[in-house]
Nanobody, 123 residues
Framework: QVQLVESGGGLVQAGGSLRLSCAASGRTFSSYAMGWFRQAPGKEREFVAAISWSGGSTYYADSVKGRFTISRDNAKNTVYLQMNSLKPEDTAVYYC????????????????WGKGTLVTVSS
């Protein structure tokens, strides 16, 4: 069992930056792939980024490629999402997820989910 708690959301102006964190409980964190997803008002949840258990492989949605960076610190049981050059269309609730594997672009394999943190980007 893995419990995930996101933090770092907030209100930022377009062009600004935020770093989201996801703290995981459990001793098996380092064996899980991790992902970030988001859901904007009135829209379906979508894939944002994912990282393999070792951190050696990362995956990004085309909409965030070059602006967002996913990373993890297995010693701290934490995964991060650095978000730069934010746009109003990045406004959403951001969710952290964990699972035994990751399929880029999907939530397949993500077994555990956090409750989300709200990111609002003003124009």
């Amino acid at each position: 069992q893995v419990q995930l708690v996101e933090s770092g959301g907030g209100l930022v102006q377009a062009g600004g930056s935020l770093r989201l964190s996801c703290a995981a409980s459990g001793r098996t964190f380092s064996s899980y792939a991790m992902g970030w997803f988001r859901q904007a008002p009135g829209k379906e949840r979508e894939f944002v980024a994912a990282i393999s258990w070792s951190g050696g492989s990362t995956y990004y949605a085309d909409s965030v490629k070059g602006r967002f960076t996913i990373s993890r610190d297995n010693a701290k049981n934490t995964v991060y999402l650095q978000m730069n050059s934010l746009k109003p269309e990045d406004t959403a609730v951001y969710y952290c997820a964990a699972g035994p594997s990751v399929v880029a672009g999907t939530d397949y394999g993500m077994d555990y989910w956090g409750k989300g943190t709200l990111v609002t980007v003003s124009s």
